[in-house]
């Protein structure tokens, strides 16, 4: 039987609760062809809520990318050439003989996706420059919006950052410049560079309206969860604030619930063995990610895990045998790593199911 908490995959219609404000902020800002920079800290729902967007937009085109993978600017123009053929109507031969219209200077193979089985429309980019790459994809973009509004998508934008000698945030600004009825939506969790990305004297500063994804709202998760498992409320708050309100950490918990106690008045025992079980799956990765610090960083990693409120007193750097000064480097170097993340001026660690592991392991 299927779970309603999904935890692995972006939630399906049936699945998807709450988060009506979200989506009509969403709605008023790219009804106009406004643009919109979505952010959040990890695993908060960005890519659900967005999908579930682009599903109610019927008479406009949404392109949907994920450029988490890419390893060069190429990877970045091929996934958005691959998406923007994918969402061209028709049965496969009226795509194929649409495409060279599109691209006036690409030629595409058809492929099949091994997870999906589905029909990949293949560019072929090695004779093209990546600036011809982009201008080929903007001009089909243009093309298309002659006769469609579009909202394009583009997931983990922030990776765009690590092609400096390309400059992708200049040359995209260029494109977006022009006055055509295209929305563009960018996704992010790594803040600070998304920050830099959009921050004033930066290409694409007030490029789009940014907005921070809170928390999916208490009575939404009770209405929800409380469908599917026989729990009180106040053992659905204690779920929220062991997760701290990220929405996958709930999601997993709840699913763990529900696989062995559905048919049962729940009880706080089970959910702190669901939460073991999620921390002990996470366990190899985690210590695996641990190993590759330095010492210094792992204390530092211990400091900000264990401990509440002000990591530089005296008592605690003693304990721990390192200085202030040593400390406040170790963790701007875990900062770097994404691993820490700071906002209000506090440190904070964004993945809540690593602060959990640190804090079970080295309590």
Known sequence: ???????????????FFGRIEELNNINK???SSNNLLLHSKRRMGKTSLV????????????????????????????????????????????????????FKRLRFSLGVDSTTGEINYLPSIKDL?????????????FSMAKDNEIILVIDEFQQVALFKDKKIDALLRKYM????????????????????????????????????LECIKKEDYYSYIKDHLIITKELIDEIID??????????????IIHRDYKNKDIELEYINDALKEVLESKN?????????????????????TTNDGNYFRQELLTEYGITRQTLMSSIKQLFIEQVLDKRDNKWF???????????????
């Open 1 to 15: 039987m299927k779970s309603p908490f999904p935890y692995e995959h972006c939630a399906q219609k049936q699945d």
């Open 29 to 31: 800002i790219t009804d």
């Open 51 to 102: 999908k579930k967007f682009l599903s109610t937009q019927k008479n406009k085109i949404g392109i949907y990318v994920d450029i988490f993978d890419i390893t060069s600017p190429e990877d970045f123009a091929k996934i958005l050439l691959k998406e923007i053929a994918s969402v061209q109507k028709g049965d496969v031969s009226t795509v194929v003989k649409k495409l060279p219209k599109l």
């Open 129 to 141: 420059r990546f600036e011809e790459l982009i201008e080929e994809i903007f001009d089909a973009l």
């Open 177 to 212: 410049m022009k006055d055509m009825p295209i929305s563009y939506v960018f996704l992010g969790s790594k803040r600070h560079i998304l920050f830099e990305l959009f921050q004033y004297k930066s290409p694409l500063f007030e490029m789009a309206t940014q907005m921070e």
């Open 242 to 255: 062991i997760t701290d309100c990220e929405t996958k950490l709930t999601q997993h918990i709840c699913h």
């Open 284 to 304: 190899g990765s985690f210590s695996a990610l641990f190993d590759t610090f330095t010492l210094n960083k792992k204390k530092a990693f211990k400091i900000l």
């Open 349 to 363: 660690i964004p993945d809540r199911a690593l602060e959990l592991w640190g804090k079970m392991k080295f309590k």
